[in-house]
């Protein structure tokens, strides 16, 4: 079992910037790859950011490449997501999820929530214009 919880959301105005952070509690932290989703009211969950293991490959949404940095720190077990340019369609409850360790398969659908069985319970993030 994973348990994740997510803090760093908030209001922001366009243009700034926010840092979300999801702490894991497991002891094999460096065995699961790691994503954040994010979901507006009324959408469906929908992928922002993945990273591997070690962190040498990340991905991310076409919406959000430039301006999104997602990073870890396997020695103490957090996921960070580095937000810049916010723009008020970027905001939505932001989620940390994890995918089971070293699962191939990861590589390909980094993308489908189906990939992740451990979820935090979200952090709003509301963009202001």
């Known amino acids: 079992q994973v348990q994740l919880v997510e803090s760093g959301g908030g209001l922001v105005q366009a243009g700034g910037s926010l840092r979300l952070s999801c702490a894991a509690s497991?002891?094999?932290?460096?065995?699961?790859?790691m994503a954040w989703f994010r979901q507006a009211p009324g959408n469906e969950r929908e992928f922002v950011a993945a990273?591997?293991?070690?962190?040498?490959?990340?991905y991310y949404a076409d919406s959000v490449k430039g301006r999104f940095t997602i990073s870890r720190d396997n020695a103490k077990n957090m996921v960070y997501l580095q937000m810049n340019s916010l723009k008020p369609e970027d905001t939505a409850v932001y989620y940390c999820?994890?995918?089971?360790?070293?699962?191939?398969?990861?590589?390909?659908?980094?993308?489908?929530?189906?990939?992740?069985?451990?979820w935090g319970q979200g952090t709003q993030v509301t963009v202001s214009s």
């Open positions: 999820a994890a995918n089971p360790p070293e699962s191939a398969r990861w590589y390909s659908d980094y993308d489908r929530l189906q990939e992740y069985d451990y």
């Open positions: 497991t002891r094999t932290f460096n065995a699961y790859a």
């Open positions: 990273i591997s293991w070690s962190g040498g490959n990340t």
